[in-house]
C-alpha cells in the first residue's frame, strides 16, 4: 500500500511537471521589460532582438537568408516609404515574420463539452493577424480557398513541444526589410514552454523566393508586468487605442504623384553597401543566399 502511495505521488508530480511545461496558455510579454536602449526599443524595454522588436532591421542586410535571385531582386527593389501609402499602412505582420517583430502574445484555448482542446487563440502581433491553430485533427482546406495574414494552422502535441502548420498565407515578408515571402509558402512552427519561457522556433519554406528553409526563433516570458483588462464594447481591433493595432488608412506622406509606388530600380539602391561597411564585410555577403548562413562562409571572406 506504501509503495502505490508512494508511485502516485511520483506519476501526480511527473503529469504535473509535463503539464506545466506543454501549458502555452496565458499572457506573454517581451524579454527584459525596463532595460534601458535608444530608439524606438527605449519606450517598450526590449532587449533581445530589439531591432527586429522596435526600429527595424538595417536595409540590404540578407545575410543567412536562403534568398534566390528573385527574392533579391524584390528586396533591393524595396523602399520603406512603401509602409506609408493607403494600400500598404494597415498591413498585419505575416505568420512568416509576426513572432519576431513587436508582440505581447494572449494565448487561449477553446475547449469542447469533454475539456478537450479544439483550438488555441494567439493574438497580439503587430496589427492583429490573430493566428487560430486547430487542434482537432481536421485537414488543411483547397488550395484555392482564401489566404490571409494569419494562414491556416493545425497542430499537434509531440513530448511536450506543440508543432503546428501553417499554409493560405498571403504573401508578406520574413524580415522587416523587404524580403518577401510569396503566398506558397509554409510555416512549420514550434511553441516549447521551460518555467516562465516560451520559446517559439519556426521555419519558413517557401518554393518561389528560398532555396532552402529559413529558422528564426524568439522568447516570451510570462506576463512580467501583469494582465490588461477591459470591459464590453471594445472597439474593432484595427482602431482600438493600441500602439501594435491602431490604423489609418490614409497616406502617411504627401507626395505629388497621386498613385506613386515607392521603389528603387535595379541598381539604383542608396543603401548598398552602408551595412557592410558599418560590421566590416564585402558588399555581396550582405546579399545574403544559403551559402551566408553557414560558418564555412568566413573562410570564403
Excluded at 478537450?116 to 496589427?127: A, C, L, Q
Aim: overall charge negative; charged content about 20%; aromatic content about 12%.
Amino acid at each position: 500500500m506504501f509503495k502505490k502511495v508512494i508511485f502516485l505521488a511520483l506519476l501526480c508530480q511527473t503529469v504535473s511537471l509535463n503539464a506545466q511545461e506543454s501549458d502555452i496558455v496565458g499572457f506573454w510579454n517581451q524579454p527584459a521589460p525596463g532595460v534601458s536602449l535608444g530608439g524606438v526599443a527605449a519606450l517598450f524595454g526590449f532587449i533581445e532582438d530589439a531591432i527586429e522588436r522596435a526600429d527595424g532591421p538595417p536595409v540590404v542586410d540578407f545575410l543567412g537568408i536562403p534568398l534566390n535571385e528573385e527574392a533579391l531582386s524584390r528586396a533591393l527593389a524595396y523602399d520603406s516609404a512603401l509602409l506609408g501609402v493607403p494600400e500598404h499602412v494597415c498591413m498585419r505582420h505575416p505568420s512568416t515574420y509576426s513572432y519576431w517583430g513587436p508582440a505581447n502574445l494572449r494565448i487561449a484555448a477553446q475547449l469542447d463539452y469533454n475539456l478537450d482542446v479544439i483550438s488555441y487563440t494567439v493574438g497580439g502581433t503587430f496589427r492583429r493577424a490573430d493566428r487560430t491553430i486547430w487542434m482537432d485533427g481536421r485537414e488543411h482546406p483547397s488550395e484555392y480557398a482564401p489566404h490571409t495574414w494569419a494562414g491556416f494552422t493545425t497542430g499537434h502535441w509531440e513530448n511536450g513541444t506543440l508543432v503546428t502548420k501553417t499554409t493560405h498565407l498571403k504573401w508578406g515578408w520574413i524580415r522587416r526589410n523587404g524580403v518577401p515571402s510569396s503566398d506558397q509558402a509554409t510555416v512549420y512552427t514550434y511553441y516549447q514552454r521551460n518555467d516562465d519561457v516560451l520559446t517559439i522556433t519556426w521555419f519558413v519554406e517557401d518554393p518561389h523566393y528560398l532555396t532552402d528553409t529559413y529558422i528564426k526563433s524568439a522568447d516570451f516570458i510570462i506576463a512580467p508586468r501583469g494582465v490588461s483588462t477591459t470591459s464590453f464594447g471594445v472597439e474593432a481591433a484595427d482602431t482600438a487605442q493600441d500602439v501594435f493595432a491602431e490604423c489609418l488608412n490614409r497616406a502617411e506622406i504627401a507626395r505629388p504623384e497621386k498613385h506613386y509606388v515607392p521603389h528603387y530600380l535595379p541598381g539604383e539602391n542608396p543603401f548598398i553597401g552602408e551595412w557592410a561597411n558599418q560590421i566590416g564585410v564585402p558588399v555581396e555577403a550582405t546579399f545574403g543566399g544559403e551559402e551566408t548562413a553557414y560558418p564555412e562562409f568566413r573562410d570564403q571572406l
